[in-house]
């Protein structure tokens, strides 16, 4: 391929982020943006980058963006011999159980998420048999063995729903602590929580959005639910990644504030530039593992392939499939 080719390909990429990324930076991230281009043409390849990943990433090689949700679906729907997550490891998971005949990877391994981490198999099964009979649904954010225990999956953009299709007045809820009681505010259904938190969410204080307020007279505040509900209480409006994004289109002007990792703010604030973003920086360190040259090397040598139990495989893919039917 001659050099002029991938050469305008790659000014039409900085477009979409010539206003945040100043040209010297551009010039690093060149080589491995045009070795991906080519090596997701060579192997039928196809890129999925969660909404925390950086501008270079997200807006100039990912083909399909969004939140933990979105990725589900349209992973579920991808005609590719190839999958690479551009996010965690439990996302890698949930793109491999809904697509068993495609090869998924991730480019480090130690991309994880301490939500995932805070939960097991075992402890789902004690949970079980201390409440029998109650339904478990369990966040997206947890391994394959923690799904296959579950009866049903949700994500913060679905959480509700899922929850009030159960027609229970008592669930368990889990891993994610605050989810469960921002959900539990809003359904008045009992919650059985579990103490998994989301490290970049927690840090967040209803003080800290309170001197916000008052050092940006007039920003509009959209927590994540994730956040503690004494942060949920003091914002405009609550809700998942694309919620979010979905809320700044309509109300495209003013200063909002993004309660959410960083890199979300980036990624709105290229496409809506009338929009004043207030960016309290708290960073996701597992989300940044990621980067262009990690996702160069593993479309290179195909590594980190991600594997699933067949057995464990399909019952987490139930979960999944339930959730993804409402």
């Given amino acids: 391929m001659n050099q002029l080719g991938p050469r305008h390909a790659a000014d039409r990429l900085y477009d979409r982020v010539r206003h945040l990324v100043p040209e010297m930076e551009w010039a690093t991230f060149l080589d491995d943006i045009r070795a991906i281009e080519a090596l997701k043409q060579q192997r039928n390849a196809i890129i999925l980058a969660h909404n925390y990943q950086t501008p270079e990433i997200f807006h100039c090689v990912a083909d399909i963006r969004g939140d933990s949700l979105a990725l589900a679906r349209e992973a579920q729907e991808a005609n590719a011999d190839v999958i690479v997550m551009a996010g965690v490891h439990f996302m890698a998971e949930t793109a491999k159980m809904l697509n068993p005949d495609s090869t998924v990877l991730i480019p480090d391994m130690h991309a994880g998420c301490s939500l995932a981490d805070s939960i097991t198999a075992a402890d789902v099964r004690l949970l079980r048999e201390r409440h029998p009979g109650v339904p478990v649904v369990t966040y997206v954010n947890t391994s394959a063995e923690v799904k296959a225990e579950s009866d049903i999956c ?14 229970t007045d008592q669930v368990i809820m889990i891993p994610d602590e605050f989810l469960a009681r921002n959900i539990e505010a809003e359904t008045g259904i009992k919650m059985i929580t579990w103490p998994g938190h989301c490290e970049v969410h927690e840090r967040f204080t209803p003080q800290e959005i309170t001197r916000m307020r008052d050092e940006n007279p007039g920003v509009v505040v959209l927590a994540h639910p994730e956040c503690p509900p004494e942060v949920v209480a003091v914002a405009d409006f609550s809700g998942s990644t694309a919620m979010m994004s979905d809320y700044v289109q309509a109300h495209d002007g003013g200063k909002v504030l993004l309660v959410t990792e960083c890199s979300m703010s980036d990624n709105l604030a290229l496409l809506h530039p009338k929009i004043d973003f ?3 920086c708290n960073m996701c360190p597992h989300m940044k593992r990621i980067t262009l040259s990690g996702l160069r090397h593993a479309l290179e040598t195909m590594t980190h ?3 699933i139990d ?3 495989a399909a019952r987490g893919r139930r979960a999944v499939e339930r959730m993804l039917a409402i």
């Fill in 305 to 307: 392939e991600v594997t």
């Fill in 310 to 312: 067949p057995t464990l």
């Fill in 278 to 280: 207030v960016r309290p």
């Fill in 154 to 167: 949700c994500t913060s953009g679905n959480a509700k729903r899922v929850v009030e299709s159960l027609g």
